[in-house]
């Protein structure tokens, strides 16, 4: 049987590939290959090693993962085919993005802290499924994401998406889902994310949250697997 291509999945903060809600019968066509994104610098080795490995490939990035998604472009520059982001946030556009950078530089501190004098978890027995948490609110999720990781690499990664701040331009074939009550909302901002990755598609779903793989899993899904077969006919 020959090898099916890969898709290389990057999921958001909660760095679980349950994030994504897929199996392989959602896109029979790829090997699906997720990336645990806890620990950023080893989830960013993780996937350069597969992309090392497997050649070009799609990226499937959701919320978070989109800014790994775009530092691995620019480290393996034509290796990636197709870029999809599902729910992109960048907090470059938030007003808040100041305040909340100075709250999380104390409580990553105190992390490292807690961490010099040995008292940084490392046993972690829960494993979350995102697809059943998705019933509750979004604004509930921190607290499962934070349960089953360690707090240093959480509060970490939220440093990282406060200080990111989008590339002029992306050249790389992208597709954008959006949902009408996710967290990039404003028309304005929207606009100014299509200039990045100019000329992407945009498909805005009917309906679902910032989490639309976990809560509108077949329309999301389908329109996914319908670009990627539009792009490599």
């Known amino acids: 049987m020959p090898k099916l291509p890969v898709i290389l999945c990057i999921p958001g903060l909660g760095g679980h590939a349950s994030a994504f809600g897929l199996s392989p019968r959602f896109l029979p066509e790829y090997e699906l290959r997720f990336i645990e994104l806890t ?123 406060l200080t990111f701040r989008l590339p002029a331009k992306v050249e790389a074939r992208t597709l954008i889902l959006l949902s009408p009550y996710g967290f990039t909302r404003d028309k304005a901002v929207r606009a100014k994310i299509r200039e990045v990755f100019y000329p992407a598609d945009v498909v805005e779903l009917a309906d679902g949250t910032h989490n639309v793989t976990t809560i509108l899993k077949e329309p999301a899904v389908r329109a996914i697997h319908a670009w990627l077969q539009k792009g490599s006919s």
Not at 112 to 129: E, M, N
Request: hydrophobic share 45%.
């Open 39 to 161: 620990n950023r610098e080893k989830a960013f080795r993780d996937a350069l090693e597969i992309i090392d490995e497997k050649g070009k490939m799609p990226l499937l990035c959701n919320s978070y993962g989109v800014q790994m998604g775009l530092k691995l472009i620019e480290a393996r520059p034509g290796k990636i085919t197709h870029l999809v982001l599902i729910e992109p946030f960048f907090a470059q556009f938030s007003w808040w993005r100041g305040p909340a950078l100075a709250v999380n530089k104390v409580l990553l501190w105190l992390c490292r802290v807690t961490d010099a004098i040995g008292l940084r978890r490392r046993h972690f027995t829960y494993q979350p499924d995102y697809v059943a948490l998705a019933r509750y609110p979004i604004y509930v999720q921190p607290l499962f994401d934070m349960w089953w990781q360690n707090l240093t690499d959480y509060f970490d990664k939220i440093e990282d998406i």
